[in-house]
C-alpha cells in the first residue's frame, strides 16, 4: 500500500524523518511530497527541500521525495496513494490535523489519514525553531539531519 506525507519541510527536522522511517516500516512505499506554497516564502526552495530530504531518507529503499502543488487529495489520487500520513508533535497539532483529515475525507471519502506521533525526544522540534537557532547560531546538530546542517550553516554563517 502506498502512503503519502506531505508537508512544507522547510527544512526536515529529525521529527520529520522519524515519522518518515516508521512509515516506511508500516506501506510498501511511501511518498514523502513537498508542497510548493505560492503564498508562502520559504527558506529554501521547494527543489532543495526535496534533495535534503532525499539524501536524509537514502537509507530507506521505499520512499520517494517529490514536489507538488494543489490539493493534497488529488496529487494522493494521482500517485494511487490510499493513506495520508500526518505527524503530531503536540496536542494543537491534532487540532489543525483532525480538521485538515475531515475536509480531505470529504474530499476523497476512499482515503484515509493516519496519525503518527512524532517521538517524544522530537516533540519539541519545528522548522521554525530550527530556523530561529540557526539564525541566531545556536547548535542544530539535534534537531535535523546532516544534509540540512550544511544548508543551515551555509544559509547563516556562524560568526
Known sequence: M????????DPITLGHLDVIE????????????????PNKT????PEQRQAQIS?????????EVDT??????????QRGAKVIVRGL???SDFDV????????????PELETLFLATASEHSFVSSSLV????????PIDHLVPAPVIRDLRERFPLA
Open 22 to 37: 516508521r512509515a516506511s516500516r508500516l506501506f510498501s512505499k511511501v511518498i514523502v511530497a513537498v508542497l510548493k506554497n
Open 55 to 63: 539524501l536524509s531518507t537514502a537509507h530507506l529503499k521505499n520512499v
Open 97 to 108: 490535523e483532525l480538521q485538515m483529515a475531515h475536509t480531505n475525507k470529504l474530499l476523497a
Open 131 to 138: 530556523k530561529e537557532v540557526a539564525k541566531l547560531g545556536g
Open 2 to 9: 502506498i502512503a503519502l506525507y506531505p508537508g512544507s519541510f
Open 68 to 77: 507538488f502543488s494543489g490539493l493534497t487529495v488529488a496529487y494522493a489520487r
Open 89 to 91: 508533535r503536540v496536542l
Open 42 to 45: 520559504p527558506l529554501f526552495s
